[in-house]
Nanobody, 122 residues
Framework: VQLQASGGGLVHIGGSLRLSCTASGSIERLNSVAWFRQSPGDGRRLVARINSDDSLQYADSVKGRFTVFKGGADYTGYLQMNNLRLEDTSVYYC?????????????????WGQGTQVTVSS
């Protein structure tokens, strides 16, 4: 299973970006998708998460500005980021859990995507 993250870039304060994270490799179900961010010298911190029951979790710093959601049959998770601030500048990572199928049957996975840089400028 692989996760492909995309959508990062350079944006001005107050702007918007949408990050996406697509799972590939005989995926049967995408349960949860979480987005983390990591700045230099800092640990990886949870930004937002959508669980298998579609319940949501957000860091206090992004509540009301970021929205996490999942796509339909394309096994993609999204992070819509609005009203971006300078302090949102970071490398963003997705982590997804779900099920894939192989010759042994249904298997669970938990996989990280590669980071995508988000830079907010003044």
């Amino acid at each position: 299973v692989q996760l492909q993250a995309s959508g990062g870039g350079l944006v001005h304060i107050g702007g918007s970006l949408r990050l996406s994270c697509t799972a590939s490799g005989s995926i049967e179900r995408l349960n949860s998708v979480a987005w983390f961010r990591q700045s230099p010298g800092d640990g990886r911190r949870l930004v937002a998460r959508i669980n298998s029951d579609d319940s949501l979790q957000y860091a206090d710093s992004v509540k009301g500005r970021f929205t996490v959601f999942k796509g339909g049959a394309d096994y993609t998770g999204y992070l819509q980021m609005n009203n971006l601030r300078l302090e949102d500048t970071s490398v963003y990572y997705c982590f997804a859990e779900g099920y894939y199928s192989d010759h042994l049957g249904l298997q669970g996975f938990g996989t990280w995507g590669q980071g995508t840089q988000v830079t907010v400028s003044s």
